[in-house]
């Protein structure tokens, strides 16, 4: 399932140094790391579909690399859940805005 976001500050740290914590899925600094800069929202949009199209190529990529017989099969899991779980939650952002645009579309003014 999908994790709630906690804060679009998260994303930012993710670009500054952070690690992504795999049990948790949450953005967790590193120690020294300055706090998150304050980012509009298109700039957070954009890194998150960087990030996710990053995620889908690694996956594939790590497809290929099993397909060869270079990797092994944790791997694969690994990437292709990631690149999953991304897909989804690109998905449900994209529902998002399409249903916050119809509400505003049907407004009377």
């Known amino acids: 399932m999908i994790d709630a976001i906690q804060s679009i500050g998260a994303f930012s740290a993710k670009a500054e140094g952070a690690e992504l914590n795999a049990s948790t899925a949450l953005v967790v600094p590193h120690a020294g790391a300055a706090a998150p800069q304050s980012q509009s929202f298109a700039?957070?949009?954009?890194?998150?579909?960087?990030?996710?199209?990053?995620?889908?190529?690694?996956?594939?990529?790590?497809?290929?690399?099993?397909?060869r017989g270079e990797a092994n099969t944790r791997e694969v899991?690994?990437?292709?859940?990631?690149?999953?779980?991304?897909?989804?939650?690109?998905?449900?952002?994209?529902?998002?805005?399409?249903?916050a645009y119809l509400e505003i579309a049907r407004m009377q003014i």
């Open 43 to 67: 700039e957070v949009l954009g890194n998150m579909t960087t990030d996710a199209i990053h995620s889908m190529k690694s996956a594939e990529g790590i497809s290929m690399q099993a397909i």
């Open 77 to 99: 899991v690994d990437a292709v859940m990631t690149a999953e779980q991304s897909l989804q939650t690109a998905i449900a952002i994209r529902d998002k805005v399409v249903t």
